[in-house]
Structure formats: structure tokens, C-alpha cells
């Protein structure tokens, strides 16, 4: 089988169908495993789904951390560095993101910050009640899960 690549085909170079097969283009949040920098990627939706599906060796999501410049796969079966996706073109849960890296690069320690730490950064800066899993955190679970 053939996985499509982010152009639509298989060659690597950018085709006419490019933008019926990539998908929709998301924001993930994400967290270099060097440095613990925290940063907002951009990925289509059917690079994440095809890493998930079929693994990253087949379907490698790599990215450059903007700190530290090391090359890291974002999601892979065993370990995943995305916390939270949201459309790309939502302006405002993009910047949510963006804030939530912001707090979590502030933090004295980057890498000390928990998973409830970022809740309360995202819902803080939503001038919602902390209560729960923040909506783009579940997006990212579900779908790692297959849901
Ligand atoms: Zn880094």
C-alpha cells in the first residue's frame, strides 16, 4: 500500500490535488523533548492520521524545536510531545495555544510543568473556571486513540 504524503501522491512533489487530500490544517501544541520549549506546529490532518495509523516510521511527523533547533518526532506509538490540536484557521484557539506556551515557557522550570498546570494555563487565559480537560487537550487524546 501507498501512503500519501502531505502533497497528495507519492513522488513528493506538490500536485493539483494537494489541497482535496491533505486534509484540514491544524495547530498542536507541542513540547520539544530536548528542551521542554514549548511551541505551536502546524500539521494537515491526514499526516496525523497516517502517523497514527500506520506508525512513524512510515508516516514521520517531524519537526524542528525553535529553541534548541534538535529534530524531534512529535508523535510516535510509545511517546507522544503533542498536548492539543485546534483548527488552524480558529484565530482565537490558535492564540489560546500560543498563550499556553508562553505560561509554560515563563514557568522557572519548563520542564517541571504538569499536564494540570497547562489546564489551568488554557482555561486562565479563556477566563474560564479551571475545571476539566480543556477541549483541544481531548481533541489530541481522542484522536491518538483512534476515536
Ligand atoms: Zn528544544
Redesign the pocket.
Known amino acids: 500500500m501507498t501512503l500519501e504524503n502531505n502533497y497528495g501522491d507519492n513522488t513528493g512533489t506538490p500536485s493539483n490535488h494537494a489541497v482535496i487530500t491533505r486534509g484540514e490544517r491544524y495547530a498542536l501544541l507541542v513540547r520539544?523533548?530536548?528542551?521542554?520549549?514549548y511551541q505551536v506546529k502546524y500539521s494537515f490532518e491526514n499526516s496525523m492520521n497516517n502517523n497514527i495509523r500506520y506508525g512513524s516510521k512510515r508516516a514521520g511527523l517531524r519537526r524542528c524545536?525553535?529553541?534548541?533547533?534538535?529534530q524531534?518526532r512529535m508523535n510516535s506509538m510509545h511517546n507522544t510531545h503533542i498536548l492539543a490540536e485546534v483548527r488552524a484557521n480558529k484565530h482565537r484557539a490558535v492564540a489560546a495555544l500560543k498563550d499556553v506556551a508562553d505560561c509554560a515557557n515563563m514557568h522557572p522550570n519548563p520542564s517541571s510543568v504538569s499536564r494540570k498546570d497547562l489546564y489551568e494555563y488554557y482555561n486562565t487565559s479563556q477566563n474560564y473556571e479551571a475545571k476539566g480537560v480543556p477541549k483541544p487537550f481531548k481533541d489530541w487524546n481522542k484522536r491518538r486513540r483512534g476515536a
Open positions: 520539544c523533548p530536548q528542551c521542554s520549549f524545536c525553535a529553541n534548541c533547533n534538535s524531534f
